[in-house]
């Protein structure tokens, strides 16, 4: 009985099951109050006319879309692309779909995504945030999970990492292996991710007893060519630093091919270590360290902390899970002792 060509309603599934419209719908949207035999009798029905269930009309009905939009600054980032991976493998799981918007780390696009029409259809929200002022996801009328960056204080549901430890933790490796020239690519101190990271940082330097020339401390964007621009920057110095930390894996990319192009050999000319991994720093002799962070996870315990909150499973207070990080030793650091 089946039809390709026709799109078969739900009133075609009620007659053929012998019961009404509103019980076919319940049965359809998995609702209460239907016996285990009608049950099967009206998705048999649906089975044998080739129904397709029109999710957008049943969240009208319902409420819930049963989607969920993952918010990150860019796709080119493979930080941000690992975290969708995340969240869409937790989500298909439980029954949920994934939309993806890029903002381009722009407040106008963020604003207009989740104030808009488009804000209204999801049911919630996986945020990298462009914004840095929490109240706003806090305004929105569905459930929000902020990952990576986010404000100290804030209230909000998080997954985050121990930035000041990762920083701590590469700067101590460089400290370690006699570097006290240290040149360091700091990404914008907004958010949680750039202030943490360099106090990581700065700590190290203290408990080693190694001042920290302000001329070594370069601020960037988070964006590679900003990591090339500002390492040029630091090579073309009269007293050029020993080594050079890059705070993110863009930064670090930069920061390769700013010591290529100056015609320098990383692990022999110069140190370099970076924050998060990436292809190039682990396939690229001699190998960069780095400190290496569960992203995929991350994507999943923000999609498992959404939906559990859209699905009422969770305390209403909302909880910020930090994770741990991991060394990564290469061959990109001297040893100069």
Request: one cysteine or more; hydrophobic letters at 40%.
């Amino acid at each position: 009985m089946k039809n390709p060509g026709r799109t078969i309603t739900i009133k075609e599934v009620a007659d053929l099951a012998g019961v009404s419209i509103s019980t076919v719908s319940r049965v359809l949207n998995d609702l209460d109050r239907v016996s285990d035999e009608t049950r099967i009798k009206v998705k048999e029905a649906a089975e044998t006319l080739g129904y397709i269930k029109n999710g957008l009309a049943a969240s009208m009905k319902t409420g819930s879309t049963k989607l969920i939009v993952v918010v990150v600054p860019d796709i080119i980032n493979e930080y941000y692309t690992s975290v969708i991976q995340g969240v869409e493998d937790v989500a298909v799981n439980r029954g949920y779909y994934t939309l993806v918007f890029s903002t381009g780390d722009s407040l106008t696009k963020e604003e207009e995504l989740l104030n808009g029409e488009f804000g209204r259809m999801v049911d919630g929200a996986v945020v990298i945030p462009a914004h840095d002022n929490m109240d706003f996801f806090r305004e929105f009328e569905k459930p929000v999970v902020i990952v990576d960056r986010y404000i100290p204080g804030s209230k909000m549901d998080a997954v985050v990492i121990d930035n000041f430890k990762g920083s701590h933790i590469l700067t101590r490796e460089l400290l370690e292996a006699g570097h006290k020239d240290i040149g360091i690519l700091i990404g914008p101190r907004t958010f949680n991710i750039g202030q943490e990271r360099l106090n990581g940082f700065l700590h190290a330097m203290e408990e080693y007893h190694v001042p920290v020339l302000p001329d070594y401390i370069k601020d960037c964007t988070w964006y590679e060519e900003s990591g090339y621009e500002k390492t040029m920057e630091l090579l073309s110095m009269d007293c050029p630093p020993t080594a050079v930390f890059a705070t993110n894996n863009l930064l670090c990319l930069g920061a390769m091919e700013a010591i290529s192009d100056k015609g320098l050999m990383i692990g022999r000319d110069i140190s370099l270590v970076g924050f998060d991994d990436n292809i190039l720093a682990k396939y690229m002799p001699p190998g960069v360290t780095v400190v290496r962070r569960a992203t995929i996870e991350m994507g999943r315990l923000g999609a498992e902390k959404l939906i559990d909150r859209l699905q009422g499973k969770k305390s209403r207070e909302p909880r910020k899970i930090v994770m741990g990080v991991e060394l990564i030793r290469r061959g990109s650091v001297v040893n100069l002792k």
